[in-house]
T-cell receptor, first 115, second 116 residues
Framework: DGGITQSPKYLFRKEGQNVTLSCEQN?????MYWYRQDPGQGLRLIYY???????QKGDIAEGYSVSREKKESFPLTVTSAQKNPTAFYLC??????????????FGEGSWLTVV | AQKITQTQPGMFVQEKEAVTLDCTYD???????LFWYKQPSSGEMIFLIY??????QNATEGRYSLNFQKARKSANLVISASQLGDSAMYFC?????????????FGKGTKLSVIP
């Protein structure tokens, strides 16, 4: 089945540790995105990538890093510089980011809890 | 920054009845589009319906339709014949343009509860 796979679903980490969230898609989409969701809130954009080896900061990029070495993969690293990393993280993809009609599809999300 | 307003934090609807979820937004971008997503308690975001700003007719997808009023910058989601499985959070998400691409901006959502 085609789709977006995020792993792990649940992740616990100690404060001060870096953690990497995986996102893989087999939809042959060029654009990929990372969003953060806090309880009772909408989603906020962390990073996005329109093409391999290129990515741009979103609204809340501080304390996060990404890479886009392969079209199908867009991992997100939550670094120790992120002051409040506990949240629900959603990865998404679309055919392209350059047109307003391209539907953006989401993975099932990853819950990160920092203790 | 683009502002999206979903004025109903929570709503209740009787099963088989119709319900309207409100969404207003501000944008100066003339070529925007707007999406609605459903988020059940499992957390995944499910695409429901899309409205292009230049579309002449309101978008419809099965039981979902949009009451799109471009001049008022509102795009209310209408769910007809509500089902128990419709209980979820619903997010309005207009597109905003920047750096040669489009990204979604999300409202805070409306929690819909369908009563048997």
């Amino acid at each position: 089945d085609g789709g977006i796979t995020q792993s792990p679903k649940y992740l616990f980490r100690k404060e001060g540790q870096n953690v990497t969230l995986s996102c893989e898609q087999n939809l042959n989409h060029d654009a990929m995105y990372w969003y953060r969701q806090d309880p009772g809130q909408g989603l906020r954009l962390i990073y996005y990538s329109q093409i391999v080896n290129d990515f741009q900061k979103g609204d809340i990029a501080e304390g996060y890093s990404v890479s886009r070495e392969k079209k199908e993969s867009f991992p997100l690293t939550v670094t120790s510089a992120q002051k409040n990393p506990t949240a629900f993280y959603l990865c998404a993809s679309s055919i392209g980011a350059g047109a307003s009609g391209n539907t953006i599809y989401f993975g099932e999300g990853s819950w990160l809890t920092v203790v | 920054a683009q502002k999206i307003t979903q004025t109903q934090p929570g709503m209740f609807v009787q099963e088989k009845e119709a319900v309207t979820l409100d969404c207003t937004y501000d944008t100066s971008d003339p070529s925007y589009g707007l999406f609605w997503y459903k988020q059940p308690s499992s957390g995944e975001m499910i695409f429901l319906i899309y409205q292009g700003s230049y579309d002449q007719q309101n978008a419809t997808e099965g039981r979902y339709s949009l009451n799109f009023q471009k001049a008022r910058k509102s795009a209310n989601l209408v769910i007809s014949a509500s089902q128990l499985g419709d209980s979820a959070m619903y997010f309005c998400a207009p597109l905003r343009s920047g750096a040669g691409s489009y990204q979604l901006t999300f409202g805070k959502g409306t929690k819909l509860s369908v009563i048997p």
